[in-house]
């Protein structure tokens, strides 16, 4: 079954205690990208990635940092978690080139608060 | 991003027909995705228009005017397990979503 898995489901820590959420997707997939969802603002993109060893800055990338060290995983980073980082995270992978439509497959969400 | 405005909240009655508005900026447009997003879950995919018209998939229909900077997502006979939020997310330089309409169907 075509999955994007996102771990931890929820968590909830401390201020600048830094935590890391997994993103693994048994898609093939080259394009993986990170949301996070805020109440009256909608999906905002963190972070993207075309492909392997390749990531760039989505409209909100402040304090956050990424890595693509191979196709199927996509962490997202929080080095030291702040209060507005409590969010609702998504990642996402598209199918790009031959057969691409654009659409985007998302993981279940990470529900993150900090304290 | 990219000035897409879509209303906050609607309400309708199951059985009914209802239609949600979305206007975006069209410098730089390619095309425009609607998604569904029940609470507490991830956003599922709807639709996906590039050329102006009506594409009609069951009950849910979208329709684009490139022109205008505008779409609707058309949803017929409702349900209530349509109750949802639905996404309205343009396709250009970037994919930028809007802030999402909260439907809310009644019995």
């Known amino acids: 079954e075509a999955q994007v898995t996102q771990n931890p489901r929820y968590l909830i820590t401390v201020t600048g205690k830094k935590l890391t959420v997994t993103c693994s997707q048994n898609m093939n997939h080259e394009y993986m990208s990170w949301y996070r969802q805020d109440p009256g603002l909608g999906l905002r993109q963190i972070y993207y990635s075309m492909n392997v060893e390749v990531t760039d800055k989505g409209d909100v990338p402040e304090g956050y940092k990424v890595s693509r060290k191979e196709k199927r995983n996509f962490p997202l980073i929080l080095e030291s978690p702040s209060p507005n980082q409590t969010s609702l995270y998504f990642c996402?992978?598209?199918?790009?080139?031959?057969?691409?439509?654009?659409?985007?497959?998302f993981g279940e969400g990470s529900r993150l608060t900090v304290l | 991003g990219q000035n897409i405005d879509q209303p906050t909240e609607m309400t309708a009655t199951e059985g009914a027909i209802v239609q949600i508005n979305c206007t975006y900026q069209?410098?730089?447009?390619?095309?425009l995705f609607w998604y569904q997003q029940h609470a507490g879950e991830a956003p599922t995919f709807l639709s996906y228009n590039v050329l102006d018209g009506l594409e009609e998939k069951g009950r849910f229909s979208s329709f684009l005017s490139r022109s205008k900077g505008y779409s609707y997502l058309l949803l017929k006979e409702l349900q209530m397990k349509d109750s949802a939020s639905y996404l309205c997310a343009r396709s250009g330089y970037a994919l930028n979503f809007g802030k999402g309409t909260s439907l809310l169907v009644t019995p």
């Open positions: 996402a992978t598209e199918k790009t080139g031959t057969g691409a439509t654009g659409e985007l497959f």
């Open positions: 069209t410098s730089g447009f390619n095309g």
